[in-house]
């Protein structure tokens, strides 16, 4: 389990059966040592306190470590060479979605983190934006489902957390984000637009992108589907089939 998304532990666990990994303290196994490169990241893996494996990952986010981690844990448990776990882990790519890397226009980047969206990742794909080196930053951030009664403070957190230091626009779509989020983006100082939905930030985006520019976005499904904001700028049209819920079944739930 991922000591970091569990800050309480219940007294009568089970270490035997749960083993934690993490960066955090209270990991048995922690990923650590990390070092920002070009093109992705160096890292460690130790147990117990011993550092068991180093590795390179060609990733967007420090947040892919920990799916990165956790299999080469699980690959070493089952005593699989280090140097074929290694090989292995340069051949993994990110899924739809989640921190996907795509081409945009005029030579932008796109970060496709539309998969789905709460607070903690919000945050750690907006720590992903501000890190790169580009003359433009663009956040699509839609609303966060099924946060119930917290929806609206949480909301008001991540526009707290937008920094206009790091980001040139910041576009929302849905209600909570539009009414919550918006507004406190934009008394952090941040240029804002509230989108009606997913195709007209698209749209919105594609006419703001300069040179060189990296987007994120990030998004829950019902209602929001961030990902169909992606596809007025994509570079390469045929990208449309690396998106999530592209299937006949999702883009009949899609009505704009």
Known sequence: ANKDLCPIVPQ??????????GKEFGAIYKIENIQ?????FDFSISYEGKIMMDAFYEAVSEVELYSIGVAMIIANKFQIPEEKIKKAVNQISSFSGRMQKLKGIKNSIILDD?????PVAVKMALNALYNQETPQRIAILGMMNE????????????????????????????FDANKFLASEARKKGC?????????????????????GAVILAKGSQNGVFAEEALKPFLADQSDISKLVRQDKYWLDKKKF
């Open 12 to 21: 009568d666990i089970n270490h035997k059966k749960v083993i934690f990994y």
């Open 36 to 40: 920002k490169n070009k093109g992705g």
């Open 114 to 118: 539309t998969y789905n969206a709460s």
């Open 147 to 174: 946060l119930g009664d917290s929806s609206e403070i949480e909301h008001q957190k991540i526009g707290q957390y937008c920094d206009p230091k790091f980001l040139d626009l910041v576009v929302t779509i849905g």
């Open 191 to 211: 240029q804002v637009y509230e989108a009606q939905n997913s195709v007209d930030a698209g749209n919105y985006v594609k006419n703001k992108i300069k040179e």
